[in-house]
């Protein structure tokens, strides 16, 4: 076992779980992902892998079939997996930010509905904010939902929906001023959807079109899609809650989660750019000695291992404050933000030891040096993160009088 990013207080199951998911990388992911990367192929056989170990359902409470896990059992596997291959981790983050958004906020019926086949990796989740025009602008969505009798019609384009083609449920925000004055506030306006689908591309079901998998520099194998849906009808009982106008607190709440999970995948692929550069730093020589006896290169070294060792340290917080009960948004944004900026730095430091090597598609540290910028914007943009940071810290510490 490495000596970094190690976690204090676990329990026997826990520890059980993330030996299983290391084990189950180091054998099943790392051997095959830099191909199938390459080829832009979806790893269903790794998808199938991590079903058979209940994987799906790890954090879904166990009265619906799943393992009940905490959040940082979760956020540690997703550590585990991102250290194999980023993209894989991917598509589990987005069953589970609707599957914690259905425990946190659904309706009895929903949750009896959809978790049990969701801890099975029967119905995979999916959720979509973003639009074309807008990016972190939240509040500016324009897709809206109309009432007509007892069901809502949806319009409008939705942008970068991970899992897009290969989920079979997503929650979707949109605009639904059904009951909200004119003057309200746009965030007090809006509604999440639980939009039930097939998986594929196309005419998905009537009214709504995944168009296709948008062609990325990374993140590849995961599919990237848009959601178009023009006259999709939605029955009331699909709204989650069952009450309109709380759509962005479920899904900031949902989001939440998603930023320890983005921090989470920051630490796993800083790892596994640390451990290719220490293995490769040891092998290559240079004027008569290992590359790694080179004071340069160890001061590489020590910084990358620091900074994989903060990093860590700032995303088990921030879990641990959310499975607590407590507002983790200030922790959240922070693990974030340093998580990912430390990987794009260790990554970088990685991929200079590897000298022109780096630059070669038969080395894995080629497929990380493009994987890691999507972690900068991803779940909000690093200047997001530092709006939010900033805000919270306001509060905490405004002046009295």
């Known amino acids: 076992m490495a000596r970094l990013a190690q976690t204090a207080g676990l329990t026997d199951?826990?520890?059980?779980?993330?030996?299983?998911?290391?084990?189950?990388?180091?054998?099943?992911?790392?051997?095959?992902?830099?191909?199938?990367?390459?080829?832009?192929e979806y790893p269903q056989q790794i998808v199938d892998g991590l079903k058979e170990l209940g994987l799906f359902g790890l954090m879904i409470p166990e009265e619906y079939g799943g393992l009940g896990e905490s959040l940082l059992t979760y956020a540690l596997c997703v550590e585990e997996i991102a250290r194999g291959w980023m993209s894989v981790s991917g598509i589990i983050n987005t069953h589970f930010i609707v599957a914690y958004m259905l425990k946190q906020h659904g309706t009895q019926e929903q949750k009896d509905h959809f978790l049990?086949?969701?801890?099975?990796?029967?119905?995979?989740?999916?959720?979509?904010m973003s639009e074309p025009g807008l990016g972190s602008d939240v509040s500016a969505i324009t897709s809206k939902?109309?009432?007509?009798?007892?069901?809502?019609?949806?319009?409008?384009?939705?942008?970068?929906?991970?899992?897009?083609?290969?989920?079979?449920?997503?929650?979707?925000?949109?605009?639904?001023?059904?009951?909200?004055?004119?003057?309200?506030?746009?965030?007090?306006?809006?509604?999440?959807?639980?939009?039930?689908?097939?998986?594929?591309?196309?005419?998905?079901r009537p009214g709504l079109t995944i168009p296709g998998k948008i062609d990325k520099m990374g993140y590849k194998g995961v599919d990237t899609t848009e959601l178009i849906m023009d006259g999709l009808r939605i029955p009331a009982n699909r709204v989650l809650g069952g009450t309109t106008g709380r759509g962005f607190y479920q899904m900031?709440?949902?989001?939440?989660?998603?930023?320890?999970?983005?921090?989470?995948?920051?630490?796993?692929?800083?790892?596994?750019?640390?451990?290719?550069?220490?293995?490769?730093?040891?092998?290559?020589h240079t004027f008569g000695k290992a590359i790694a006896q080179h004071q340069a290169i160890?001061?590489?070294?020590?910084?990358?291992?620091?900074?994989?060792?903060?990093?860590?340290?700032?995303?088990?917080?921030?879990?641990?404050?959310?499975?607590?009960?407590?507002?983790?948004?200030?922790?959240?944004?922070?693990?974030?933000?340093?998580?990912?900026?430390?990987?794009?730095?260790?990554?970088?430091?990685?991929?200079?030891?590897?000298?022109?090597y780096?630059?070669?598609?038969?080395?894995?540290?080629?497929?990380?040096?493009?994987?890691?910028?999507?972690?900068?914007?991803?779940?909000?943009?690093?200047?997001?993160?530092?709006?939010?940071?900033g805000r919270r810290l306001l509060e905490e510490y405004r002046l009295q009088g």
């Open 13 to 40: 199951v826990q520890q059980e779980i993330l030996s299983t998911v290391r084990d189950f990388v180091d054998k099943e992911i790392i051997p095959v992902a830099t191909e199938l990367e390459h080829r832009d």
């Open 116 to 128: 049990p086949r969701m801890a099975l990796g029967e119905v995979r989740g999916a959720f979509s």
């Open 145 to 204: 939902a109309v009432k007509d009798g007892d069901e809502y019609v949806l319009n409008g384009q939705k942008m970068w929906l991970t899992n897009g083609g290969s989920s079979t449920l997503v929650a979707v925000l949109v605009r639904s001023d059904e009951g909200h004055p004119e003057g309200t506030a746009p965030h007090k306006s809006m509604t999440t959807f639980l939009v039930e689908k097939e998986p594929g591309f196309g005419e998905v």
């Open 252 to 284: 900031m709440d949902g989001v939440e989660v998603g930023r320890v999970n983005v921090a989470a995948r920051g630490c796993g692929v800083a790892q596994r750019a640390f451990e290719l550069g220490v293995s490769y730093a040891q092998q290559r």
């Open 298 to 356: 160890q001061f590489k070294l020590a910084e990358m291992a620091t900074k994989v060792e903060a990093a860590h340290a700032m995303m088990v917080n921030a879990a641990r404050k959310k499975d607590s009960g407590e507002r983790n948004d200030l922790e959240a944004g922070m693990a974030k933000y340093l998580a990912s900026e430390y990987c794009k730095e260790v990554v970088e430091d990685a991929f200079r030891i590897h000298g022109g």
């Open 358 to 389: 780096g630059f070669s598609k038969e080395y894995e540290i080629e497929r990380l040096y493009r994987e890691a910028p999507m972690l900068l914007i991803g779940e909000g943009t690093a200047e997001i993160q530092k709006m939010i940071i």
